[in-house]
């Protein structure tokens, strides 16, 4: 038995979808901690792929239990969507919890977040208009509603009038738009409500019970941790806690019962939207990371930003989460590239920095300083062990761990369930 926690060691989309689907074969519970549908998670499997926002990457396995926790933000119409396509398919969905204490996004988050990315004009976070900022805003204001309100309709129905008409005082009169048709809305939340409240539970008893019985545990984080809310590139970040330390609050169970912290991280660098990014090319490299990487939203659709791997941001990873071992994804994505340059550390105004900076403007002047790497060119997606792997691909996962000091236990060598080198067990 153990308790496992997976999360992104970057800006999100590391491929965190995959392993957390590929671990889920020995888990009994997994489980989705913060952030809500502006992630997107994808899983490869029989030659379909599937992306999800809201369910835990482990909802193809009949055996796990599924959890959405009270640190993730709900946005009502999302999961039944993505509940409804699953059941069309003929794929099990019957053992999903959600959090009593999970609040929900509602449409007057969304138009708050898209006012708000508005009036920044310039300094847009390029968010995915998903409502999140404005939901956790409102949970940490108090005003926010709760998935346990939903088991009482009368009730939750005034709550949603209450809400959405303060909220139109908002729209209308800070952001000059349009107001929202409340009651338009309130009988289409509680038409959702009436849809989810079966699901609804205490999603910390399930978890700490699964514990209590030896059984395993899989936390999913999302996001990573640069978008960490405290930890990230404020003000470049999301809104929720995405490194381990957010797992415990975000469901509820106690820090002493942690066995291991997986950091997913890519065998490069990629973010999607605003903020510093020191490794980022602008080149043949960075087309080549985009495009055989298929680097683009899985929620939006955006082209992501890519670079070469930073390891001064994995170092600070492993700090921030007491990372016990990486899962390295996309490995297969460098081959062909010759040399292979890793950051080892960062240039400041002529200093040499190893740590990561805490405030971004600082960050948007450092230059990276790279270490150069043998390339490889033979194809390792059918590899499956790590002496299949050409000597510098084997050098390159070397080198990451001399200079992070973590373990690199997995590898993931292409998109599906079975592409993936695993060196250990994960616990
Ligand atoms: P997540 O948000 O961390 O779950 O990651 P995303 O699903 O947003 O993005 C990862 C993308 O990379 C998806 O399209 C995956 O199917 C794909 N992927 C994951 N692992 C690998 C890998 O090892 N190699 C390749 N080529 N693609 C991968
Ligand atoms: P997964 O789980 C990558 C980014 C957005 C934006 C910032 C704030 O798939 O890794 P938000 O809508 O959260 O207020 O946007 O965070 N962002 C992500 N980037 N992967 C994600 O999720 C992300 N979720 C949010 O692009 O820069
Ligand atoms: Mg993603």
Not at 277 to 285: G, I, Q, Y
Not at 323 to 344: E, I, S
């Amino acid at each position: 038995m153990a308790v496992i926690i997976l999360l992104g060691a970057q800006w999100g989309d590391e491929g965190k979808g995959k392993i957390t689907d590929h671990l889920t074969r020995d888990a009994a519970v997994v489980a989705r901690w913060n952030g809500g549908d502006n992630a997107g998670h994808t899983v490869v499997w029989r030659g379909q792929t599937f992306k999800f926002h809201l369910l835990p990457s482990g909802i193809l396995y009949e055996h796990a239990t599924c959890i959405i926790g009270s640190g993730v933000v709900v946005n009502p119409k999302t999961l039944l969507g993505e509940l409804d396509n699953l059941k069309a398919q003929g794929l099990p969905t019957a053992r999903l919890v959600i959090s009593g204490g999970a609040h929900l996004i509602m449409p007057y988050h969304i138009a708050l977040d898209g006012a708000s990315e508005s009036s920044r004009g310039e300094k847009k976070i390029g968010t995915t208009k998903r409502g999140i900022g404005p939901t956790y805003a409102d949970k940490a204001w108090r005003a926010g509603i709760r998935a346990v309100e939903m088991l009482d309709l009368d009730h939750f129905a005034q709550r949603v009038r209450e809400q959405a008409e303060a909220r139109n005082i908002w729209l209308t009169q800070v952001y000059g738009q349009e107001p929202l048709d409340v009651p338009a809305i309130v009988e289409e939340y509680t038409e959702y409500a009436r849809r989810l409240a079966p699901m609804v539970g205490d999603a910390s008893l399930v978890i700490n019970e699964a514990i209590a019985a030896g059984k395993t545990v899989l936390c999913e984080g999302a996001q990573g941790t640069l978008l960490d809310l405290d930890h990230g590139t404020y003000p470049f970040v999301t809104s929720s806690s995405p490194i381990a330390g957010g797992a415990c609050v975000g469901l509820g169970f106690g820090p002493k019962l942690v066995d291991e912290v997986i950091g997913v991280a890519k065998a490069y660098t990629t973010r999607v939207g605003a903020g510093p990014m020191p490794t980022e090319l602008h080149d043949a490299v960075g087309d080549h990371l985009v495009e055989i990487g298929h680097e683009y939203g899985t929620t939006t659709g955006r082209r992501r930003r890519a670079g070469w791997l930073d390891l001064v941001i994995l170092r600070y990873a492993a700090r921030i989460n007491g990372l016990t071992q990486f899962a390295m994804t996309k490995l297969d994505v460098l081959t062909g590239l010759d040399p292979v340059r890793v950051c080892v550390a960062y240039e400041y105004r002529g200093q040499r920095l190893e740590h990561f900076p805490m405030d971004s403007r600082v960050l948007e002047e450092c230059r990276p300083i790279y270490e150069d790497l043998p390339g490889w060119d033979a194809d390792i997606s059918t590899t499956r062990s790590l002496e299949e792997l050409p000597a510098a691909a084997r050098r390159y996962v070397q080198r990451v761990e001399e200079l992070t000091g973590v373990p690199v236990t997995m590898i993931s060598v292409g998109p599906a369930r079975e592409q993936l080198i695993r060196r250990r067990p994960a616990h």
